[in-house]
């Protein structure tokens, strides 16, 4: 009798190891990422998605694509209605033009700010790209990477860290649309690659 039990205990622990298998990820974003894209309260994916979901598929991380870049603020520039997937339109300026140099090339992206901030997110600037990837092993859209407004002329950018519009998991989603001035001609082999369902 007491095997039985213990043969059932071992059973049950078992079932709740395989159902509770670990995310992937190999650096700290990419663990933070796929958390909260399999917690219901947070993630963009569809249900049937979520309910799959094992984490995104990254490059491999490359400190090729860690840049120190020199920034070049704009503070007299004006707001214009940055186009988005659906009707609305976001108010953005033109916070600054980053300067940076990958693989001795040098690029330059502009950054933008929005008109209004969400409590906590007042010294949030925005990062949209596009390069070469696109619609190949990343988002046919262009991906985005999060920055903070930072005391002096430099600040890092880190593309290792660039992920996808919300859109490229769920249409119900309004998502800026990247300008085509933030064009990268190069690959960016970085970040989150493009969302495969299966």
């Given at each position: 009798?007491r095997?039985?039990?213990?043969?059932?205990?071992?059973v049950?622990?078992s079932?709740?190891?395989?159902?509770?298998?670990?995310?992937?990820?190999?650096?700290?974003?990419q663990?933070?990422i796929?958390a909260?894209?399999?917690?219901?309260?947070?993630?963009?994916?569809?249900d049937?998605d979520?309910?799959?979901?094992?984490?995104l598929d990254f490059?491999?991380?490359?400190s090729?694509y860690?840049v120190k870049?020199?920034?070049?603020?704009t503070p007299?520039?004006?707001?214009f209605a940055?186009?988005?997937?659906?009707?609305?339109?976001?108010?953005?300026r033109v916070?600054?033009?980053?300067?940076f140099?990958?693989?001795?090339?040098t690029y330059q992206l502009?950054?933008?700010k929005a008109k209004?901030?969400?409590?906590?997110y007042?010294d949030?600037?925005?990062?949209p790209?596009l390069d070469?990837?696109?619609?190949?092993?990343?988002?046919g859209?262009?991906?985005?990477i999060?920055?903070r407004?930072?005391?002096?002329?430099?600040?890092?950018?880190?593309?290792n860290?660039a992920?996808?519009?919300?859109?490229?998991?769920?249409?119900?989603y309004?998502?800026?649309?990247?300008?085509?001035?933030?064009?990268?001609?190069v690959?960016?082999?970085?970040?989150?690659?493009k969302?495969n369902k299966?």
């Open positions: 009798m095997t039985l039990i213990y043969l059932i205990v071992f049950s622990i079932s709740c190891v395989q159902e509770k298998q670990s995310l992937l990820g190999d650096t700290e974003f663990k933070t796929n909260e894209y399999k917690d219901a309260t947070t993630s963009p994916l569809k049937k979520r309910k799959a979901f094992r984490g490059f491999e991380f490359d090729v860690r870049a020199h920034i070049k603020k007299n520039s004006e707001f940055m186009k988005t997937t659906t009707s609305r339109v976001s108010q953005e916070y600054g033009v980053l300067s140099i990958i693989k001795d090339k502009n950054v933008y209004e901030a969400e409590d906590g007042e949030y600037l925005f990062l790209f070469h990837t696109n619609g190949d092993t990343s988002y859209g262009g991906r985005y999060d920055l407004i930072q005391e002096g002329d430099t600040m890092v950018i880190d593309f860290k992920y996808n519009p919300y859109c490229a998991y769920n249409e119900k309004s998502c800026p649309i990247v300008p085509r001035e933030n064009y990268l001609d690959k960016i082999e970085a970040g989150v690659k969302f299966h």
